[in-house]
């Protein structure tokens, strides 16, 4: 039997990272089954449950926390990556640390790339992955993994304004029957589409998306101090996310009396302060952030409380082969649904069993491959390209 150590000797592995990978694992397939399931026509559930609202891929209450906390989480392994390399070279000189620091950089950008060009080709069969986007993350954090604090957190605000006002100015274009759909192009088939994608449109553009991804930088620099400063950042996150939905409440509340008066305002008003991803508002991403640490630290605790056991250890094996598992649901599905017509959309029911069954037999899989072959094949080749 092959002896695969050396692989995972090659990083350290975090138990808390891994398993908050397997839980946003799980949340993106159930979301991407139930939209390519039940929400490519109009048989759609005209009068949903309280499950299927909250399970909704564009507005429900779960449709955020899982990419999100997929996009954070790779924020905080870039950190932890940086600091890995200035441990490495604290007892060398000034110019080996700066060839060393040069090649970490050089690494982030080959990685964002590979994963660049694999989900614009992945996004022929499975449109809205997110890897075009996760590439172009770690292209930005190529540049910006060694800025201070302060720098990061002014790029995090500039970006969620930006977003914001991207989407307020739009709104306030369609009330004068400009649709700006230039800005939303069908297909990113030009330079200038792929920047509109990439930055301020579609599923996971950089304005907003990069605020979760530095959050996750800023929380990986303080990793290591996790368990002291957990109790603050808890009451913070949960105090964030409390404000934002009160907040979001409350406006509603107001505008809803209005509307007949001032049916523009009040749109504007809640488009302002909504929660929902595709509006991009600063409470959108305030929000999502409270709720995706909050889940992370409680992540840390159960990881701590439980560090070792069956549970801890499936999921995070499970964790450090989700590039495999996320392509092969796609493959999957679209053999089972496309190829075979074995499923047929009935609703939640039939997405959410597609979805636990998937996840089943990938948590088997990597488990049994991990301890004989070490990385994932996509992993593999992940890193043999990007270092």
């Known amino acids: 039997m092959p002896n695969h150590a050396s692989d995972r000797q090659l990083e350290q592995r975090f138990a808390s ?5 397997t839980v946003a694992l799980f949340g993106i397939i159930v979301l991407n089954y139930h939209g390519y399931l039940n929400f490519q026509s109009t048989g759609a559930t005209t009068t949903p449950s309280i499950f299927e609202r909250w399970w909704h891929p564009f507005e429900g209450a779960l449709a955020n926390p899982f990419p999100v906390g997929f996009v954070m989480v790779a924020g905080m392994g870039v950190a932890l990556l940086m600091q890995d390399v200035a441990r490495a070279n604290s007892h060398r000189d000034v110019n080996e640390i700066a060839r ?14 590979f994963l660049s060009t694999l989900g614009y080709g992945i996004e022929w069969v499975w449109a809205g992955t997110i890897l075009p986007y996760y590439g172009a993350y770690f292209v930005v954090a190529s540049i910006i993994a060694i800025w201070s604090a302060r720098k990061l957190i002014a790029l995090a605000v500039i970006s969620s304004f930006a977003a914001a006002i991207i989407e307020w100015w739009r709104l306030e274009q369609s009330f004068d029957g400009n649709l700006t759909t230039w800005l939303s192009p069908s297909t990113p088939s030009t330079p200038r589409d792929l ?6 449109d579609y599923t ?13 930088i800023l929380l990986g620099r303080k990793y ?3 368990v002291r400063i957990r109790s603050k950042l808890l009451i913070i996150a949960l105090g964030t996310a409390a404000l934002s939905y009160i907040t979001n409440a409350i406006v509603n509340s107001l505008v809803r ?12 008003w809640r488009h302002l302060v909504s929660t929902r991803p ?9 929000a999502s952030l409270g709720v995706v640490v909050t889940v992370f630290l409680i992540i840390t605790i159960l990881c701590e409380r439980f560090k070792g056991s069956f549970g801890v250890r499936i999921a995070q094996t499970t964790g450090q082969l989700t590039l495999t598992i996320y392509l092969a649901h796609i493959f999957i599905y679209n053999f089972v649904v496309n190829q075979v017509g074995l499923v047929q959309p009935t609703g939640l029911d039939t997405a959410m069993t597609m979805s636990i069954v998937v996840f089943v037999v990938a948590v088997i899989w990597a488990n049994w491959w991990s301890p004989l072959f070490g990385r994932g094949p996509a992993e593999r080749l992940y890193r043999r390209f990007g270092g």
């Not at 990272?17 to 990978?21: H, K, P, S, W």
């Not at 920047?195 to 301020?200: A, D, K, T, V």
């Not at 595709?278 to 305030?286: E, P």
């Open 17 to 21: 990272l891994d398993v908050a990978r």
């Open 100 to 113: 060393t620091r040069t090649e970490a950089r050089w690494r982030l950008a080959r990685r964002g790339l």
């Open 278 to 286: 595709f509006d991009r508002s600063v409470l959108y991403v305030l």
């Open 257 to 268: 009396d209005d509307a007949d008066n001032g049916v523009r305002s009040a749109l504007v």
């Open 195 to 200: 920047m509109i994608r990439l930055f301020i």
């Open 224 to 226: 290591h101090d996790i």
């Open 204 to 216: 996971h553009p950089l304005f907003p998306w990069l605020a979760f991804f530095i959050t996750g």
